[in-house]
């Protein structure tokens, strides 16, 4: 799976009350989620997020509540993947479950910048900042976990591996 | 090679002798939890997935907390959600207006969880079981909707930091002091993917509520599960509460642990945790100004929470000014509080009482804050608009200092009112 797109760029512990305020919960439309989400740590971001845009952003992303509404709002919103030095566990778990592709590359977090288009080909792991013409190299996830990305979550891969 | 208690647990969970950190591992579940937020989206799945019943009627939990009673009609609309499931699966424990609780102080008073049993929530803060000598932790909807399904879920066992407890802590120090002090000194992602055991002589100086506010917050450092040792407090409170078989795991002598602290309790203060970050523990501060207190939540809305603040609120009365809420975590605990007199100590102050809910510690209803108000809070999460406007603040603190800081009407020592 290829991705390219232009990036958003955040710090350290970008947490779910951000991604998606808990005041927004009381509904589970991936729509309706993805109309508020990082409102409140990026007002701006709902104005100029594109389908297959990307997200960049520091240590802990993720973390806080259990709540699968935070990555269904990224993905919903148009964004095709996240790189981060590292993701909380649950967040992280979430991600794979409803596929939302997630990337764990330091080197990659820190040389790349707000608003430079990237491309990411989540077979090899290998990153391209396309405005700098620098490479970095995560390590991909083995294929089980990409098939479940591909597939768009854990329930639609079961189905469709059951058929 | 030794197993700390974790993966002893999730060894057993899984049938295998032993597991090493880092191993990936199926295991049967105890208990799977979901609740007002989490479960119509397990629920959904659960349906687009065909599946046609739940893996065991008893070991399947859905509890209306966050938003009920219900704020608004769309919040509404959920609960019916899952109202509608647990009626047409036959779910035993669905607790609802009436009957329910904030589900992490729920499940255990109900005794659905007992030492040594494997859970899972669609909650972050499901780790709260740890308290009781089980592995808990939180997962998303999809994987509270696989194991809805099949009654298994897939773990990577942990790695783990070991918390040696010394000393007797001081009076008005509570578990609370405990967690936020634990949390000042590793950050935010100090135990991340990691379980989070807890040792030493003084833990037989902390009660059941203060090992429930510990295992709580486990989650703030990012960690998989926070956990006790099983000893004469767990026993007493799972007697009489916990049907099943009770089994006691321990930490071999030869557990490998990946960093060791010691934690002399006898030399903690009062500790709260400054905007916008549970890992910004102090102990001094200035004089800082407060709109509002809220004392409740899955961390601190037990029934030694709420005694905490009676014996600062008892007699006094709130500072002009500031808006206190004072929400029991379970209809069991109100009615205690009720009958220990502490509900109307409460009013008397000046305080307000609310039914069972999460409500304002996720921003949902029943607090919210206006741009740029400040609130000290028993809860556990201080993120940016966390309980309302962008711009307010959050002050996570123990019952003692919340009240205190109500009666003082800013941030204030307990030390400051009870001398």
Not at chain 1, 3 to 20: L, S
Not at chain 2, 16 to 32: M, S
Not at chain 2, 270 to 299: K, M, Y
Not at chain 2, 340 to 356: K, M, N, R
Request: with cysteine; proline share 4%; charged share 20%.
């Amino acid at each position: 799976m290829k991705i390219k797109g232009k990036v958003f760029k955040y710090g350290d512990n970008v947490d779910t009350d951000v991604i998606i305020p808990a005041r927004y919960l009381n509904t589970s439309s991936e729509k309706e989620l993805a109309a508020h989400c990082m409102e409140d740590i990026d007002p701006s971001f709902l104005n100029e997020v594109e389908r297959g845009d990307i997200i960049v952003a520091g240590d802990n992303f993720g973390c806080g509540s259990s709540r699968e509404h935070a990555p269904m709002a990224i993905k919903a919103s148009g964004v095709a993947l996240v790189i981060a030095n590292s993701f909380a566990r649950i967040f992280y778990r979430n991600s794979i479950n409803i596929g939302l592709p997630i990337s764990e590359c330091p080197a990659a977090v820190v040389a790349i910048k707000k608003g430079d288009i990237v491309s990411c080909d989540l077979a090899s792991g290998v990153i391209t900042d396309e405005t700098t013409g620098e490479s970095f190299r995560a390590e991909p996830f083995p294929p089980f976990i990409q098939e479940i990305v591909a597939d768009g979550g854990l329930i639609a891969h079961l189905a469709r591996v059951k058929k | 090679m030794g197993m700390t208690m974790s993966q002893k647990i999730l060894a057993a969970h899984a049938g295998l002798n032993e597991v090493k950190a880092g191993q990936l591992i199926n295991a049967k579940i105890d208990l799977a939890l979901a609740n007002d937020i989490t479960g119509p989206v397990a629920i959904k799945e659960f349906e687009r997935a065909g599946a046609s019943q739940v893996f065991d009627k008893s070991k399947v939990v859905l509890v209306m907390d966050h938003f009920a009673p219900n704020k608004d009609i769309k919040s509404a609309e959920q609960c019916s959600i899952c109202r509608k499931f647990a009626a047409d699966k036959g779910i035993l424990n669905f607790f609802d207006v009436g009957n329910m609780g904030i589900e992490h102080a729920l499940l255990p008073e109900k005794g659905l969880v007992g030492a040594g049993c494997l859970v899972i929530g669609a909650d972050s803060h499901t780790c709260t079981y740890g308290a009781l000598g089980a592995f808990s932790t939180g997962v998303g909807s999809t994987d509270m909707c696989a194991a809805m399904m099949s009654g298994e879920a897939w773990f990577k066992a942990p790695a783990a930091l070991k918390f040696v407890l010394t000393g007797k802590p001081a009076k008005y120090i509570c578990g609370k002091d405990i967690i936020l002090h634990i949390i000042g000194l590793i950050g935010v992602d100090g135990a991340l993917y990691k379980s989070m055991e807890f040792f030493g002589d003084g833990v037989k100086y902390l009660n059941i509520d203060d090992r429930f506010t510990i295992c709580n917050m486990a989650i703030e450092a990012g960690a998989k599960n926070g956990i006790f040792p099983v000893d004469d407090v767990t026993r007493e409170y799972l007697k009489g509460r916990y049907k099943g078989e009770i089994i006691e795991y321990a930490a071999d002598p030869d557990a490998v642990y990946e960093k060791v602290y010691e934690i002399d309790l006898s030399n903690l203060k009062p500790t709260v945790s400054f905007p916008h970050l549970p890992e910004n523990a102090r102990t001094e501060w200035g004089s800082i100004g407060i709109d509002q207190v809220v004392i409740g939540s899955c961390t601190n809305g037990h029934i030694s929470d709420l005694r905490m603040a009676a014996e600062v609120l008892r007699g006094r009365k709130v500072a002009k000014g500031v808006r206190a809420i004072i929400i029991p975590a379970t209809n069991q605990i109100y009615l205690q509080a009720l009958k220990e007199g502490l509900i109307e100590q409460f009013i008397e102050a000046g305080a307000v009482v609310s039914t069972p809910t999460c409500g304002p510690c996720l921003g949902g209803y029943m607090g919210i804050l206006a741009g740029g108000e400040r609130c000290v809070s028993t809860t556990n999460r201080n993120f940016v608009g966390r309980m309302g406007h962008t711009s307010s603040e959050v002050y996570l603190a123990s019952p003692y200092v919340a009240a205190a800081s109500a009666v003082t009407g800013r941030l204030a020592s307990p030390w400051e009112v009870l001398g």
